[in-house]
């Protein structure tokens, strides 16, 4: 069960009870006389308040905060623009509150006691038909503070239909008809009538919408105290004086998977306060609350502009849904980043922006679904490897390889350049496929694997349907004990136009008298093995070779 986000306003009596810290700001009258007024423009930010005779006439003996639970309760003061707003957010354990309370000096027992400020209630706060945002005026004389035989009036909001309700004598909750926004700044105004021609009654006003007089649990009660709570579930409230210059709230954009376990992406108990992830502006990180590999499913489009796997544990985002990697709508570019361990895209990657992908030394990212470049770069960096497992359907968009290492099987639906990476096609062996352009700079490897004598299934092909413009180095090595015989060839690469040439090429040792045969490799792409030739033709070849040795000075050749 969903632990309860509780935001309390509380009117106590008699009990001095403490709250959490909370820079609030707000007007408290009793017959339409001020008695608390309070902005807390001149406090220090992050300290626990506790202020004597604030209010206008020293109405109110104190203002006091606290913290209760083990988990972060951040109900610090947020500075936006010029002004300082009353913050108060607990996290998801069930003991996390946090609290704000101005004592009176004398109770009041008559009249109208009215509560006025602008809040604001952020639509991370989970949706929940439970207790989630409170206002209660108490009786403290009766009983501990808080417990529900002090309770005279109680007011909930409703975050599941956005409505106030509050609770009659007979228990319940009835809805006010008055309804609220979330993400929006609005005028919130609590009247408690003690007598009058409603006696015992209480009207709630939201930008100056209203409800009718609603009735009070305890008769004739003495409040003491207003207090401000929000407890457990992710609850959050921002607090201002009523026409104080706002401004957005700084909510959380970056979360966090929280739990040892497999779950879903769309559940926010699975993240850190705030989550799920499901924006451009939003970070998600994978990091140390596993102990085991897990899976996080989606069956729904998400979001995002960052994702950092951080875990020696393998995470794997899976299911019938995708991620989507767009910009934070500031400027900043998406991006991948591995830390340590092996993970993995199951699902669906799409790229709204041009994209980095770092994946730090002896680590691996994997993509064994489609990833969409749609026309954007993906920039690849680190030393580590990205894995390509499945087709890249892009309509254009470049890959561009800086470090490390690309392999895989698959089709990139546009262009490839490595300038100072690896590629490495197939799972050992294998085919990349690229539909567009290849290029290869001078510090790029394009490392090719020979394991039998079929193409793609038992030695690595690179095909570019475009032009290849090679650089760098061409590396062959073979696996699984392979030996090559004499007259055997490798189709190792394909291309629809050609441009430059291999600086260096890295040859496997061969046995038996052979010898590997490159004539033909800017012609058609192939390796051959040859037997080794005699001495005397090893010599004829050296003095023709010195009479070209201007025109191919650059080109090394060598078995390794």
């Not at 206008?56 to 003061?77: A, C, H, M, R, Y």
């Not at 290849?468 to 004990?481: H, P």
């Given at each position: 069960?969903?632990?309860?986000?509780?935001?309390?306003?509380?009117?106590?009596?008699?009990?001095?009870?403490?709250?959490?810290?909370?820079?609030?700001?707000?007007?408290?009258?009793?017959?339409?006389?001020t008695v608390?007024?309070?902005?807390?423009?001149n406090?220090?930010?992050?300290?626990?308040?506790?202020?004597?005779?604030?209010?206008?006439?020293?109405?109110?003996?104190?203002?006091?905060?606290?913290?209760?639970?083990?988990?972060?309760?951040?109900?610090?003061?947020?500075?936006?623009?010029?002004?300082?707003v009353?913050?108060?957010?607990?996290?998801?354990?069930?003991?996390?509150?946090?609290?704000?309370?101005?004592?009176?000096?004398?109770?009041?027992?008559?009249?109208?006691?009215?509560?006025e400020?602008?809040?604001?209630?952020?639509?991370?706060?989970?949706?929940?038909?439970v207790?989630?945002?409170?206002?209660?005026?108490?009786?403290?004389?009766e009983?501990?503070?808080?417990?529900?035989?002090?309770?005279?009036?109680?007011?909930?909001w409703?975050?599941?239909?956005?409505?106030?309700?509050?609770?009659?004598?007979?228990?319940?909750?009835?809805?006010?008809?008055?309804?609220?926004?979330?993400?929006?700044?609005?005028?919130?105004?609590?009247?408690?009538?003690?007598?009058?021609?409603?006696?015992d009654?209480?009207?709630v006003?939201?930008?100056?919408?209203?409800s009718g007089?609603?009735?009070?649990?305890?008769?004739?009660?003495?409040?003491?105290?207003?207090?401000?709570?929000?407890?457990?579930?992710?609850?959050e409230?921002?607090?201002?004086?009523?026409?104080?210059?706002?401004?957005?709230?700084?909510?959380?954009?970056?979360?966090?998977?929280?739990?040892?376990?497999?779950?879903?992406?769309?559940?926010?108990?699975?993240w850190?306060?705030?989550?799920?992830?499901?924006?451009?502006?939003h970070?998600?990180?994978?990091?140390?609350?596993?102990?085991?590999?897990q899976?996080?499913?989606?069956?729904?489009?998400?979001?995002?502009?960052?994702?950092?796997?951080?875990?020696?544990?393998?995470?794997?985002?899976?299911?019938?849904g995708?991620?989507?990697?767009?910009?934070?709508?500031?400027?900043?570019?998406?991006?991948?980043?591995?830390?340590?361990?092996?993970?993995?895209?199951?699902?669906?990657?799409?790229?709204?922006?041009?994209?980095?992908?770092?994946?730090?030394?002896?680590?691996?990212?994997?993509?064994?679904?489609?990833?969409?470049?749609?026309?954007?770069?993906?920039?690849?960096?680190?030393?580590?490897?990205?894995a390509?497992?499945?087709?890249?359907?892009?309509?254009?968009?470049?890959?561009?390889?800086?470090?490390?290492?690309?392999?895989?099987?698959?089709?990139?639906?546009?262009?490839?350049?490595?300038?100072?990476?690896?590629?490495?096609?197939g799972?050992?062996?294998?085919?990349?496929?690229?539909?567009?352009?290849?290029?290869?700079?001078e510090?790029?490897?394009?490392h090719?694997?020979?394991?039998?004598?079929?193409?793609?299934?038992?030695?690595?092909?690179?095909?570019?349907?475009?032009?290849?413009?090679?650089?760098?180095?061409?590396?062959?090595?073979?696996?699984?004990?392979?030996?090559?015989?004499?007259?055997?060839?490798?189709?190792?690469?394909?291309?629809?136009?050609?441009?430059?040439?291999?600086?260096?090429?890295?040859?496997p040792?061969?046995?038996?008298?052979?010898?590997?045969?490159?004539?033909?490799?800017?012609?058609?792409?192939?390796?051959?093995?040859?037997?080794?030739?005699?001495?005397?033709?090893?010599?004829?070849?050296?003095?023709?070779?010195c009479?070209?040795?201007?025109a191919?000075?650059?080109?090394?050749?060598?078995?390794?």
């Amino acid at each position: 069960m969903k632990a309860t986000t509780t935001f309390t306003l509380l009117l106590f009596v008699g009990f001095v009870f403490a709250l959490s810290p909370a820079l609030l700001a707000v007007t408290i009258s009793h017959n339409a006389t001020t008695v608390f007024d309070e902005n807390f423009q001149n406090q220090v930010l992050g300290e626990t308040l506790v202020t004597d005779n604030i209010s206008p006439d020293g109405n109110f003996e104190e203002w006091i905060t606290k913290v209760v639970g083990t988990g972060q309760v951040n109900s610090l003061g947020e500075v936006m623009g010029t002004n300082v707003v009353g913050h108060i957010q607990a996290t998801d354990l069930p003991a996390d509150q946090a609290e704000g309370r101005a004592d009176f000096f004398d109770d009041v027992t008559s009249g109208t006691l009215t509560v006025e400020f602008d809040g604001y209630i952020p639509s991370s706060v989970p949706a929940t038909n439970v207790v989630q945002t409170q206002v209660r005026f108490e009786e403290a004389d009766e009983g501990v503070p808080g417990s529900d035989d002090d309770i005279a009036f109680q007011l909930r909001w409703n975050t599941m239909d956005n409505h106030l309700y509050w609770r009659p004598a007979a228990g319940g909750n009835v809805d006010t008809g008055v309804t609220f926004l979330r993400d929006t700044w609005q005028t919130y105004q609590f009247d408690y009538n003690f007598n009058g021609a409603n006696p015992d009654s209480v009207v709630v006003t939201v930008d100056g919408n209203s409800s009718g007089a609603l009735g009070t649990i305890i008769e004739d009660p003495t409040i003491d105290f207003v207090m401000f709570r929000v407890a457990q579930d992710g609850g959050e409230l921002f607090f201002d004086r009523v026409g104080e210059p706002q401004f957005a709230p700084s909510l959380p954009t970056s979360f966090s998977w929280a739990v040892d376990d497999s779950g879903n992406w769309g559940d926010a108990d699975n993240w850190t306060l705030g989550g799920p992830p499901d924006s451009g502006g939003h970070t998600a990180i994978f990091g140390n609350a596993i102990d085991s590999p897990q899976t996080v499913f989606t069956n729904a489009a998400v979001t995002v502009n960052s994702i950092q796997f951080e875990n020696a544990f393998g995470y794997a985002v899976a299911g019938q849904g995708s991620v989507n990697l767009a910009d934070d709508g500031g400027g900043g570019l998406p991006s991948v980043s591995v830390a340590q361990g092996e993970h993995q895209f199951q699902a669906i990657v799409n790229l709204a922006a041009n994209t980095s992908v770092d994946v730090a030394g002896g680590s691996t990212l994997i993509f064994n679904n489609a990833l969409n470049l749609a026309g954007n770069n993906l920039t690849k960096t680190g030393t580590g490897e990205m894995a390509i497992r499945n087709d890249l359907v892009t309509g254009g968009g470049t890959i561009n390889i800086q470090e490390g290492t690309v392999s895989g099987n698959g089709t990139v639906g546009g262009n490839v350049n490595n300038q100072g990476g690896t590629i490495s096609p197939g799972n050992s062996p294998g085919v990349i496929a690229v539909e567009g352009d290849f290029a290869q700079g001078e510090q790029g490897t394009l490392h090719m694997e020979l394991a039998g004598n079929v193409a793609g299934s038992q030695y690595d092909q690179f095909i570019v349907a475009g032009e290849a413009s090679l650089a760098g180095t061409l590396e062959v090595s073979l696996l699984d004990g392979f030996e090559p015989q004499a007259g055997d060839t490798f189709d190792i690469l394909q291309f629809g136009a050609l441009s430059g040439d291999f600086g260096r090429i890295l040859l496997p040792s061969l046995g038996g008298a052979l010898a590997w045969d490159e004539s033909a490799l800017l012609i058609n792409g192939s390796l051959s093995v040859v037997p080794e030739p005699s001495v005397w033709v090893i010599l004829l070849a050296g003095l023709v070779s010195c009479s070209f040795s201007a025109a191919r000075s650059r080109r090394q050749c060598r078995s390794i």
